[in-house]
């Protein structure tokens, strides 16, 4: 009897399951090598390593064949140009900046609808549509070179803007006349990280030296120096202003005040806190005074007023506070506290106007807050929820703007009188979209170990919870980042069709300040990733989803969350989507700025325990053979100098080894791009389109399009 009841369930089995593969796939062949790494005398194989040479010619053909399977498999999805065709209809629709002052004139970033790279427009008035000044679509034909940095002189004479090829870090300078709109001579190279900061003539800017040969785009950044650059003359004769031979590790970056009275030498050597230094510059050869030199929190110099520098800092307030700091009397016993820590984390506070506007965050949504210039609360800024941004200019200026966007609101641009407290609309989204079918609301859920974690949840208005609506989850937990309300155009088709879309403020971000951030770092990881398994079992508990209609994404760092997560709970979820992620985690300090991570990850290095730590999270090592995995579509670009593409391929190559169920496995790696900041809009519009016809297709779902 039960061999025949196996025989009468077998067909079914066989059909359910073709059903939902309905393609068959042959993977490249990824030859394996003998590297064995020796980590406190546990051995570690590392088969794959070769893929680390992302300039070889194996390495090139292999991206080739993987990228082949992979978009064949894409190609042959029926739904799949009907998914790019209403992506690429939504996305046209002009898109514009808030406005900002600088050196007499008005900028503002326009894009027509399906401009690959946004143009910067100069105006005199406010009124006027301005004329194009920087078209970065003209620098190359298939739009993959973008912008990065924009300054312009305080005498508005001249504008220092700055390059990225094909999506790398990378950046080169360039100075343009404004009256003229041509560009001079001037061109700085190997900059990366780097701000602009005018004074006088020219500019301070910080680079590194030129990489070896093959080392472009994956080799360690070291020896960051800061210079000044004058205008019209050669890089080589730019003076250097700043440098750590001792410390070649560290990373340098200047800022000059609003009054020209002092240059900020800020000093990372992670991506949590810095040194700080000033000095005079109207006294020649002066030496910098090092204000800060532990790296224990964050200082950023909000400017010079008054006679004293208005400090933001995380020191002795995990969520953050102002304090003044004379620069005669440095010292901190004479630090006086000027915006005391709050309820909320102050995300940022600028001086426009004569007063200080605070942008905190509360519960992961924005709240302004205006100060006097003592420290005096005047008022709030009303707004609905979202994501508030701007508040730029100077001190003596009246008029500002500021931004406001949410899950279902694209950004609308206000106006804002300062002496009138008054907000205006300046500028209405034409997107086509009707925010008030849909609804956000945020959940508080549990944690494993009972913390409280908030949750956004957006779907269509009387959306029945019957277990069954496709749901992407997103996070990221980590690096003191904050996920808060923003719009996201390549979910309007998802949320079109019924999906719901949640992003969860997990533990590692800034959501709750300096001690929600340190929570989800090095032996405490694993928070992050327990938070982020807690919200998928609330969405299906709560009936939202079930575990065939259930997403996960994320990008960099949360990369890695996927990654991890998709090991611990495979069964959780149908797809995952790991996007530039961070899967070696016991290498990842060797590549380029890689070592700034180890604030947040510790590194295989630091000791037995760190180590082991990683190892058994690492989403590379923790992949398990004989298991069945989610379907996978990993993307990555060949330009992420950020992190590097072998994080990607690696973990690939070990899944496609080791998974022994009937799920794709696939990665899309893009060319010509990098990390994700400057994607042209084709690139972006056909990624997003194959990752969510990716995503209905391995759920067995079918998307209707009017």
């Known amino acids: 009897m039960k061999k025949l009841f196996f025989l009468i369930i077998l067909p079914a089995l066989i059909m359910t399951q073709a059903c939902k593969n309905k393609q068959s796939i042959d993977y490249p062949e990824t030859k394996k090598v003998d590297q064995v790494d020796e980590y406190f005398g546990v051995k570690v194989e590392d088969p794959y390593r070769w893929l680390e040479d992302d300039t070889s010619k194996a390495t090139k053909q292999w991206v080739k064949a993987q990228n082949k399977v992979t978009f064949d498999y894409l190609n042959k999805i029926p739904f799949r140009d009907e998914v790019e065709q209403r992506l690429t209809k939504i996305w046209d629709y002009p898109k514009e900046s808030a406005p900002f002052k600088e050196g007499g004139h008005y900028f503002v970033y326009k894009n027509s609808g399906l401009q690959n790279q946004s143009v910067i427009y100069i105006k005199e008035d406010l009124e006027d549509e301005g004329k194009v000044f920087i078209n970065p679509n003209t620098l190359s034909e298939d739009g993959t070179v973008s912008l990065t940095n924009f300054e312009v002189s ?408 996927v990654g991890a997560v998709t090991n611990q709970r495979p069964e959780l979820f149908e797809v995952a989507l790991p996007a530039v992620g961070v899967m070696d985690m016991l290498r990842y300090h060797k590549f380029t700025i890689g070592r700034y991570w180890a604030s947040d990850y510790g590194t295989s290095e630091d000791s037995k325990e760190m180590f082991e730590y990683l190892y058994n999270y690492s989403p590379l090592h923790s992949v398990k053979s004989g298991k069945e995995y989610p379907a996978i579509l990993v993307t990555t670009a060949d330009h992420d100098d950020r992190v590097v593409p072998a994080h990607s391929f690696k973990y690939i190559a070990t899944v496609q080894e080791k998974e022994t169920g009937h799920n794709p496995t696939l990665i899309r790696i893009e060319t010509k791009a990098g990390h994700g900041a400057g994607t042209p809009t084709s690139k972006a519009i056909e990624q997003a389109a194959d990752i969510m016809s990716f995503v209905w297709y391995n759920m067995d779902f079918v998307p209707e399009f009017n």
């Open 154 to 561: 305080d005498d508005g004479k001249y504008a220092a803007y700055g390059i990225s090829r094909g999506g790398s870090d990378w950046r080169e300078f360039y100075v343009r006349e404004v009256a003229t709109g041509d560009d001079l001579d001037d061109h700085i190279m190997w900059a990366k990280f780097s701000g602009i900061s005018w004074y006088k003539g020219g500019f301070f800017y910080s680079r590194y030296p030129s990489p070896e040969k093959g080392d472009k785009l994956s080799g360690v950044n070291e020896n960051n120096k800061v210079y000044y650059h004058k205008i019209g003359t050669d890089q080589s004769e730019d003076k250097l202003v700043y440098e750590e031979p001792d410390n070649p590790q560290r990373g340098f970056g200047a800022q000059v005040t609003e009054d020209d009275k002092y240059l900020i030498l800020y000093t990372t050597e992670s991506t949590s806190g810095n040194g700080l230094y000033f000095k005079p510059l109207d006294k020649k050869n002066a030496e910098f005074n090092k204000l800060i030199t532990d790296f224990e929190n964050d200082y950023g110099v909000v400017g010079h007023y008054n006679g004293k520098f208005l400090i933001r800092t995380n020191d002795g307030a995990p969520k953050y506070r102002l304090m003044a700091v004379d620069p005669k009397n440095p010292e901190k016993e004479n630090w006086e506290e000027l915006i005391p820590e709050a309820e909320e984390v102050l995300n940022s506070v600028s001086v426009v106007g004569g007063k200080m506007f605070a942008n905190y965050m509360k519960d992961a949504h924005s709240l302004v807050k205006v100060f006097e210039m003592d420290g005096q609360f005047a008022y709030n800024i009303d707004a609905e929820l979202g994501t508030i941004s701007g508040f730029y200019g100077k001190k003596d200026d009246n008029i500002t703007f500021y931004s406001l966007t949410s899950f279902t609101t694209p950004s609308t641009i206000y106006k804002y009188n300062v002496a009138e407290n008054k907000s205006t609309v300046y500028k209405h989204s034409g997107i086509d979209f009707d925010p008030e079918k849909y609804e956000t609301k945020q959940v508080f859920y549990e944690s494993k170990d009972g913390t409280k974690v908030p949750m956004f949840i957006t779907h269509k208005k009387g959306l029945e919870l019957d277990g069954t609506n496709p749901t992407l989850l997103y996070g990221y937990g980590g690096f003191n980042v904050s996920l808060t309300p923003r719009f996201r155009i390549t979910m309007v088709p998802w949320l079109e069709n019924g999906g719901v879309y949640a992003q969860a403020n997990i533990r590692g971000g800034g959501e709750y300040g300096e001690d929600w951030h340190l929570a989800g770092t090095k032996m405490k990881k694993q928070n992050v990733f327990d938070d982020f398994i807690a919200a998928a079992e609330y969405l299906i508990d709560e009936g939202y989803t079930n575990s065939d209609r259930l997403a996960i994404q994320g990008g960099s760092n949360g990369g890695l969350l």
